[in-house]
């Protein structure tokens, strides 16, 4: 699966952007990414802001600033294995080419659903935050339901159940 | 940009008015990875002609190429169509469309099963 977006900023706004773990991302449905340090071989977890529930783990394969970066991708509430996220950065007239590359979702899995339909929605948001400073008005309304609906969360999502290097 | 030079938007239907281009990026959707010898292999006309339709696409961004290794391989890419989704359809609207466009798709696949069991 690809995604592609041409976002009206620079190299170094979309790396923080999609690097920063002092603050949640909205690209990544609104969640904080905890990472003990941005580099190869590193654990990471995608966190709601409450820090209580672990929406996704991974580790880092490749950390280029501000060119590439490279994760293994689990969903915590699917027994899925997990896949591989590319995000590629390339200046080009007008901005910076960003490229979301999905591979090793088997077909017919969860995981495979969740990333066709999350992979639009992370690349439109990573450029709606980037030119206008916020996400769309339906985007901020999720979030706000994600809020509402994260004490339901399944136990097997809490944070203590997924722990990064150094926890 | 002057005013003649094709917007974004512009390349997307032109790209998308030809049929065999809409055929391509089916072929693409339903095989990540394509080679370009691959998609040439559907279509009757010559392989140079394949590569300036591909062109378009992805001129269009419709088509992404990724070169591995010796070869060429192509995906689709669904932004540009969701762009062009995102400007005429608003919130509401896009709640009510994909119903109806969900209950078009099951009539029209009940009246297709129906018409086979009558032939």
């Not at chain 1, 991302?25 to 977890?45: C, D």
Request: hydrophobic residues 40%.
């Amino acid at each position: 699966m690809v995604f592609q977006v041409t976002i009206q900023g620079t190299l170094a706004d979309v790396w923080q952007e999609i690097t920063r773990t002092d603050a949640p991302i909205p690209a990544f449905f609104n969640n904080q990414m905890h990472v003990r340090e941005l580099k190869a071989g590193s654990k990471l977890a995608m966190r709601t802001t409450s820090g209580k529930y672990t929406g996704v783990v991974g580790k880092i394969l490749e950390c280029d600033e501000p060119h590439r970066f490279v994760h293994t991708f689990r969903f915590t509430n699917f027994d899925d294995p997990e896949c591989i996220v590319a995000y590629d950065l390339k200046e080009v007239d007008g901005g910076v080419e960003f490229t979301l590359t999905v591979t090793e979702a088997p077909e017919g899995t969860k995981t495979a659903k969740q990333m066709k339909q999350g992979g639009t929605m992370i690349v439109n948001t990573l450029k709606s935050v980037l030119e206008t400073g916020r996400p769309s008005f339906g985007t901020r309304l999720l979030f706000v339901l994600f809020k509402v609906l994260e004490p339901i969360s399944p136990k097997k999502c809490r944070s203590e159940n997924w722990p990064i290097d150094g926890e | 940009m002057s005013p003649e030079a094709p917007t974004p938007e512009d390349l997307v239907f032109q790209a998308i008015a030809h049929p065999a281009r809409r055929q391509m990026m089916d072929l693409v959707k339903a095989s990540p990875g394509m080679t370009v010898q691959g998609v040439a292999s559907h279509f009757s006309f010559s392989r140079i002609a394949t590569m300036k339709h591909l062109a378009r696409l992805e001129a269009a961004d419709l088509l992404v190429s990724k070169k591995e290794g010796r070869s060429r391989k192509l995906y689709f890419n669904p932004m540009p169509i969701q762009g062009i989704y995102d400007r005429w359809t608003s919130e509401d609207s896009s709640f009510w469309a994909g119903r109806m466009a969900d209950m078009q798709q099951r009539v029209e696949q009940r009246a297709q099963v129906r018409n086979k069991k009558n032939a």
